[in-house]
């Protein structure tokens, strides 16, 4: 199939300007908060808290979201989503001024920042279902594989330079500026946003019960073995995976490379995403998924133990790197098992269910991380991060002969023949 098949549709190019302009924005926002916070407390279970406060409504609202998803318009939905991230950045850019401080104390200052971050979560739990069910309706069904890995690929180069400028705006021009630009590529992705034409609904089932509309949804996910399978193992290699929350401990504190090497730390893992993810439009890796994604799993393990234990700073980087390029491995493939496997008229519940079991546990990673920090200190808590990703590939492998022998070659050659 043509790699380059989905770019060659106005307003698929469209979209993925603003959801690199999204995710940019979105990813250099958290970076920002994470130094600010630990600049002021110095305290690991601060970080932990982050990443609780966005989990909690993520996950709370999530199959709501996808219900509300899949009634709803789609292109009109995501811009309110963009509008809710640009209020709470003009907050966050707001609170972050040098002034402020001298005005306010550092306990109100912080908790003002977590309430941020938890209306941040709320609008995160409708934001990954409605560009989910977006692509689908932007190009043709036999190019979803192809437009999936572009738009995994878009997000995944974002995700690199965000984390990257974030580290050296802190640098360069402060917290309180830093916030000031990401506002800034919130409206762009607005602008984007507004020039894709409104979309066609397709649930034949407008005015559901919610109820029995979530029934469904989740009846789908567990009753679809390589959907749950998938969702599942990273999950758990995610959660226990967290070691990236702690970077600002390693920058500041272990490695004491400041917040540019902060940026590269961070930026490390999307670099080599977004490179696996590039090379697999020219090479797919759909033939034997199942291996592949376990391996790929238990590569991503050791990787975590490797970075913990490094005080070497490119090794540290490194570490972080073949951690983000085995992670791209995973996202291909469950990105494809979702796109192949998922109903037109699911697709918001059934992607509500995928940031519950994935996009979420970044957040509660990041909680488990910063708790297990505070118990064990930050070392051990990443070692043991790693040591039980390991422990979960070995049982997935163990538990599900069928998962092992999943293959997607013949789904995606059928899909792209039949477009259906």
Not at 244 to 268: C, H, K, M, T, W
């Amino acid at each position: 199939m043509d790699p380059y098949a989905a770019l060659r549709f106005r307003e698929f190019n469209i979209f993925l300007v603003a959801r690199f302009a999204m995710v940019f924005a979105w990813s250099m926002q958290f970076i920002v908060i994470e130094w600010q916070v630990y600049s002021m407390t110095k305290d690991p279970w601060s970080l932990g808290i982050i990443g609780l406060m966005e989990f909690l409504p993520a996950v709370l609202m999530a199959l709501f979201a996808g219900h509300v998803v899949d009634q709803k318009e789609k292109r009109n939905l995501l811009i309110k989503c963009i509008l809710g991230f640009s209020v709470i950045s003009l907050g966050l850019f707001l609170l972050s001024k040098p002034s402020l401080s001298a005005e306010f104390s550092t306990t109100t200052v912080l908790y003002a920042i977590y309430f941020l971050v938890f209306l941040g979560g709320i609008v995160r739990a409708f934001l990954g279902p409605t560009i989910f069910s977006l692509i689908a309706l932007i190009v043709p069904k036999k190019i979803y594989p192809n437009a999936a890995t572009w738009s995994s690929t878009t997000w995944q180069m974002a995700s690199v330079l965000g984390p990257a400028l974030a580290g050296f705006s802190i640098s360069w021009i402060g917290v309180h500026w830093s916030m000031c630009l990401i506002f800034g590529f919130s409206i762009i992705a607005l602008i984007c946003i507004s020039r894709i034409s409104r979309k066609p609904i397709l649930n034949p089932k407008i005015g559901e019960n919610v109820f029995q509309s979530l029934k469904e949804g989740l009846d789908f996910v567990f009753n679809s073995k390589a959907i749950f399978g998938a969702l599942t193992l990273d999950m758990i290699a995610v959660l226990f995976g967290g070691a990236v929350a702690l970077l600002p401990i390693y920058a500041q504190d272990i490695l004491n490379v400041g917040s540019e090497g902060f940026g590269v730390l961070r930026a490390a893992p999307a670099v080599g995403a977004a490179i696996t993810m590039i090379g697999s439009t020219r090479f797919p890796i759909h033939k034997n998924a199942g291996k592949k994604l376990l391996w790929a799993v238990f590569g991503f393990g050791v990787s975590i133990i490797v970075f913990g234990l490094s005080t070497y700073f490119w090794l540290s980087v490194f570490a972080l790197f073949a951690l983000g390029a085995l992670d791209g491995i995973s996202m291909v493939i469950r990105q494809t098992i979702l796109q192949l496997k998922t109903p037109d008229h699911m697709r918001g519940r059934v992607a509500s269910v995928n940031s519950i079991f994935v996009g979420s546990s970044n957040e509660l990673g990041a909680f488990e991380s910063g708790a297990t920090a505070k118990l064990m200190g930050t070392v051990t808590a990443v070692v043991f991060g790693g040591t039980m990703t390991l422990l979960t590939v070995g049982f997935t492998a163990f538990i599900s002969p069928s998962f092992r022998k999943l293959d997607l070659t013949k789904a995606v050659e059928e899909h792209e023949a039949t477009g259906s």
